[in-house]
C-alpha cells in the first residue's frame, strides 16, 4: 500500500474531517471490523488515511506531529460518557524513568491529537457506528500542569522500585493502565526484582469525558477550583488543596457555617463547607478538576473514642452480569482502581459537635486491590455454585457470601432497602439486593495514615 503524506496538522484535520457522516464500514477497505478482528483506529488510520500503522515512538502523522486517536462515547441520561479510557503508549519502565516529560513516550505521541469520535450504542453492529467528529486537540495548560505532576508521580514510584505497586488511583488525569492479558503477565523494573504488570500510559475515562463534552461537543465549562494554572507550577492539585483547607482545622461546623456564610444543614454539609472554605460557588464534584480526575467525595465521622462507624459501601452488584466478567473488566475494579477518593474528616466530640480534622486525597494501594481482588473472585465463586441461605436462631437470613472477619479490607453484605428488595441469582432464584463494603476498620487505619 502506497502511504500517503500528511505534511501539516490543517491536512490531518481535513482529511479526518472529510470521513464525518461515514459509518465504520463504509470506511473500512479491509474488512477486518465486520469479522470483530480489527482494532477500529487500526483500521481507520490504514483505510481512511493511507497510512500503514507502526509501533515506531512517534505520532502516527509524524512529518505533521498529530497522533490518531478514535474514540467512542455513549449518551447517558447524564449527558455524553467516554465509553473507555484512551490508550496512549505503553510505559517502559526501563527506559521512561531517564527521560523528561518532554521527551516522554507519552508527550512524544499524544501532545498534538486528532480526535475522532463515534457513539456507542449496545446491539448495533460496529460497522454501522458512524464518525460524527473530528478535532484536534493539544492540552490546555491547566490540564498540562496535572498531566506533567501526573508523569512525576509515576516516574517517582519506578525510581522507588514501587513499579509493580502503581495503580491507576495514583494520578489524576494521567493513568498507568494495566495492559496485560492478567496481572500475571508482566514485565521488569529498573530498581527492583519484583516484575511489575505490564502498563500503558492512557488517559482516563473521567478525564477523556470532560474533554468530549468542552472540546468536541461545546458544553460550557465547569466551575474551576483553581483559576490560574501557574499556581501548580510549584505544587501538586493535592497539596495545594490542602493547604487551602489547613486554616481550617480544628473549627466546629457551627464555626465554619458562621464564619465562610454557609446557611444550609443539608446531608451534604461537610462538602459544602469545604467548597466555601475554596471559594467554591457550586459543589466540589461539580468542578472541572474533579469531574476530570473522577474524583469520589467520602465524608468520614469519627466517632469520640476514634473509630469509624460506617463501612464504605459501592453500587449495588448485579449478580448475573458477574458472571460474564474478569476482574479487570468488573464494575467492582472500574469503581475502585482507577479512582481517587477525597476524604473529608471530621471528629465527634462527646457532646455531640463535629470537628473539621482535615481532607485526605485517598487511593486504593495495589496490595489491598489484590485483596479485594480475592473477596470478589470468592463472591463469584461462590454464586456460580450457588449462595446458601438460611435462617439464623433470630429468623434472619444469613448466606455464605465474604464476611468482614474474612478479609482485613472488605466483605459483602446487603444494601437492599429490606429483605424484599431482592435480585434475580444466575442459578435461580433471587436474594436480597448486596454490595462491596470496604470495612471500616480498614478504612480507619487508612484515614490514620500520612
Not at 474488512?31 to 481512511?48: M, Q
Not at 472541572?288 to 476514634?306: H, M, W
Not at 459501592?314 to 472500574?334: H, I
Request: net charge positive; with cysteine; hydrophobic share 35%.
Amino acid at each position: 500500500m502506497e502511504q500517503r503524506k500528511y505534511k501539516t496538522k490543517q491536512e490531518v484535520l481535513i482529511r479526518g474531517q472529510e470521513a464525518v457522516g461515514k459509518t465504520l464500514g463504509e470506511i473500512d477497505k479491509t474488512g477486518r471490523i465486520a469479522t470483530g478482528k480489527g482494532a477500529i483506529g487500526t483500521v481507520v488510520e490504514e483505510s481512511w488515511f493511507g497510512y500503514k500503522p507502526n509501533s515506531k515512538p512517534a505520532p502516527d502523522f509524524e512529518e505533521a506531529g498529530v497522533e490518531l486517536k478514535v474514540t467512542p462515547y455513549r449518551r447517558t441520561p447524564r449527558g455524553i460518557q467516554a465509553k473507555e479510557r484512551l490508550v496512549c503508549d505503553m510505559l517502559n519502565y526501563e527506559e521512561e524513568y531517564g527521560k523528561t516529560f518532554a521527551t516522554s513516550a507519552f508527550w512524544t505521541k499524544c501532545a498534538c491529537m486528532l480526535l475522532m469520535s463515534y457513539e456507542h450504542k449496545d446491539g448495533v453492529p460496529k460497522v454501522d457506528f458512524t464518525i460524527d467528529k473530528a478535532v484536534l486537540f493539544q492540552f490546555p495548560d491547566e490540564d498540562l500542569e496535572v498531566i506533567r505532576n501526573d508523569w512525576k508521580i509515576l516516574m517517582d514510584k519506578i525510581k522507588a522500585g514501587q513499579a509493580h505497586l502503581i495503580s491507576e488511583g495514583d494520578t489524576m488525569y494521567l493513568a498507568a493502565c494495566p495492559k496485560g492479558r492478567n496481572s500475571q503477565d508482566t514485565r521488569s523494573q529498573p530498581f527492583s526484582p519484583i516484575p511489575a504488570m505490564k502498563r500503558a500510559y492512557s488517559l482516563k475515562s473521567s478525564y477523556m469525558t470532560q474533554i468530549l463534552r468542552r472540546y468536541i461537543f461545546g458544553d460550557e465549562p465547569c466551575e474551576k477550583i483553581i483559576k490560574d494554572p501557574a499556581a501548580l507550577r510549584t505544587t501538586s492539585f493535592e497539596d495545594w488543596f490542602s493547604a487551602k483547607v489547613r486554616p481550617y482545622v480544628g473549627m466546629s461546623r457551627t464555626e465554619l457555617k458562621a464564619r465562610l456564610g454557609v446557611e444550609t444543614n443539608a446531608k451534604n454539609l461537610n462538602e459544602l463547607l469545604v467548597a466555601a472554605m475554596l471559594g467554591v460557588k457550586g459543589h466540589l464534584s461539580n468542578t472541572e478538576e474533579f469531574q476530570k480526575a473522577g474524583i469520589q467525595l467520602k465524608t468520614i465521622a469519627i466517632e469520640p473514642n476514634g473509630s469509624i462507624k460506617e463501612s464504605m459501601s459501592f453500587p449495588v452488584m448485579n449478580f448475573c452480569a458477574m458472571m460474564n466478567e474478569t476482574w479487570e473488566e468488573s464494575a467492582l475494579y472500574d469503581l475502585l482502581a482507577p479512582t481517587k477518593f477525597l476524604f473529608i474528616i471530621f471528629q465527634k466530640s462527646k457532646d455531640g459537635e463535629c470537628y473539621f480534622q482535615r481532607v485526605k486525597f485517598w487511593n486504593i494501594p495495589a496490595e489491598d486491590l489484590e485483596e479485594v481482588h480475592r473477596v470478589w473472585q470468592r463472591t463469584v465463586d461462590t454464586l456460580r455454585e450457588g449462595v446458601h441461605i438460611w435462617k439464623d436462631a433470630s429468623g434472619r437470613n444469613r448466606n455464605n457470601l465474604p464476611k468482614a472477619s474474612e478479609s482485613r479490607v472488605a466483605h459483602v453484605r446487603p444494601h437492599g432497602r429490606d429483605s424484599t428488595d431482592t435480585a434475580p441469582l444466575p442459578t435461580g432464584g433471587s436474594m436480597t439486593k448486596q454490595c462491596f463494603w470496604l470495612n471500616n476498620s480498614y478504612v480507619a487505619k487508612q484515614i490514620g495514615k500520612e
